[in-house]
């Protein structure tokens, strides 16, 4: 069964950074596209980066595009989102997912078929 496990998550000031990591288990994942989402109170769910489990293209959100970084460590099967710069609008529950076969940017969670459980980023102001 595959199984996403997030961690990382917490409480930080605006400015500073934080590194969320996402566990997967269960694949191979080879031919899948690992994203990142998020979800504030009050509003819908929303891509954040996505790159292929295997490859090097990666795609962001205008939003967090120069402050965040999506990247993988095969040897720990973990997708990695690091998070600079942070400003309290990027305060939501994030998400990683793993993507049907990547064919174009996938960047709609209609996109994706495996979720894991969330984990909240709260930056203060």
């Known amino acids: 069964q595959v199984q996403l496990i997030e961690s990382g998550g917490g409480l930080v000031q605006a400015g500073g950074s934080l590194r969320l990591s996402c566990a997967a288990s269960?694949?191979?994942?080879?031919?899948?596209?690992m994203g990142w989402f998020r979800q504030a109170p009050g509003k819908e769910r929303e891509f954040v980066a996505a790159?292929?489990?295997?490859?090097?293209?990666?795609y962001y959100a205008d939003s967090v595009k120069g402050r965040f970084t999506i990247s993988r460590d095969g040897a720990k099967n973990t997708v990695y989102l690091q998070m600079n710069s942070l400003q309290a609008e990027d305060t939501a529950v994030y998400y990683c997912?793993?993507?049907?076969?990547?064919?174009?940017?996938?960047?709609?969670?209609?996109?994706?078929?495996?979720w894991g459980q969330g984990t909240q980023v709260t930056v203060s102001s």
């Open positions: 997912a793993a993507s049907r076969p990547w064919a174009t940017a996938p960047t709609t969670p209609l996109d994706y078929i495996y």
């Open positions: 790159r292929p489990w295997s490859g090097i293209t990666t």
């Open positions: 269960g694949g191979p994942f080879s031919y899948n596209g």
